[in-house]
């Protein structure tokens, strides 16, 4: 969850912060940044932004499926196709929840709110490990080594991932107390983690298996500068998650409340998914050659 619960209380100390003191520049921030948070014109134009951007890069997203389709008509669901049309999902399901947010945070009982802001940072794990599952698929071709049991380990870690955060929605409901909001903000702050960790194992892996291949054409090179940028902004946006969501459950300071403190939601939501989602649907852009290796295989 993204720290999205209410701190009404948080603005008034704001406010007895601001107008506390003489100036000193601590408190002149402080002042700026509640009359920020706080006004309604800059938080319709933030949420109203961000759904925008969800927008274009799901619809970018649902192009790039339909040129892969047309490209490669004679073949199923491949991984590249489903890549694209999850994050199609991803992307629009975070443009409808940002473009009726007012509605989305009035629902009631407040687990369903949760459980809608939730999703997507689900589905984005799940889609981007996708791309770890294709890249350790490689490496493992490569090193001539069993491949049978890691789409198996795909499905079974995703499986885990949404049933442990569905048992932490019931006990959030059930409980109904902070450390419970607490233990669900550090389980996506911890699969967060591990997904970086994934994308720096089997990524840095297979970038060190193409460099030791003499870069003797200008494909082997663009596919080396692919897998390295790839992974380096996939790590970086899991790990500015990880951070940020964990703090976020013990500083309440730092709540990523999306009505409270919509310039802090802008910040984060550009750093860990819309500029990654973006960059590296960029640079996955090349359609797969029309005659189709033995190597581009269908999702079975």
């Known amino acids: 969850m993204q720290g999205l619960i209410f701190q009404n209380d948080g603005r008034s ?37 961000l759904c925008a951007f969800y927008s274009l890069i799901s619809f970018i997203a649902l192009v790039q499926l339909f040129r892969i389709q047309m490209r490669v008509p004679e073949y199923g669901w491949t991984t590249q196709k489903v890549f694209h049309l999850m994050n199609f999902i991803v992307n629009g399901l975070r443009a409808i929840l940002f473009g009726f947010y007012k509605s989305v945070f009035l629902l009631k009982p407040k687990i369903l709110e949760m459980a809608l802001l939730d999703l997507p940072t689900l589905l984005f794990f799940s889609t981007y490990t996708l791309l770890v599952l294709f890249w350790a698929e490689i490496y493992h071709q490569a090193r001539s080594l069993p491949t049978n049991k890691l789409r198996p380990a ?91 969501v964990m703090v976020s459950a013990f500083d309440k300071d730092v709540s990523l409340d999306v009505l409270n403190h919509p310039i802090l939601n802008l910040v984060y939501y550009m750093l860990v998914e819309i500029v990654p989602s973006a960059l590296v649907l960029f640079i996955l852009r090349k359609l797969p050659p029309k005659r189709v290796s033995d190597q581009y295989h269908p999702i079975r």
């Open 154 to 244: 795909y499905l079974t870690i995703n499986g885990l991932v949404y049933f442990i955060q569905v048992c932490i929605w019931i006990s959030v409901r059930v409980s109904r107390t902070p450390i419970a909001v607490e233990v669900a903000k550090l389980f996506l702050s911890v699969i967060s983690f591990f997904a970086a960790l994934g994308f720096l194992i089997y990524g840095g892996r297979l970038f060190y298996l193409l460099r030791r291949f003499p870069i003797e054409s200008k494909g082997r090179r663009n596919k080396l500068n692919e897998v390295g940028f790839v992974t380096g902004i996939c790590c970086t946006c899991f790990l500015i998650r990880c951070l940020v």
């Open 13 to 49: 100390s704001y406010r007895e912060l601001a107008g506390g003191g003489g100036g000193g520049g601590g408190v002149g921030w402080w002042w700026w940044k509640n009359e920020m948070d706080e006004s309604k014109e800059l938080e319709e134009t933030v949420f109203y932004s």
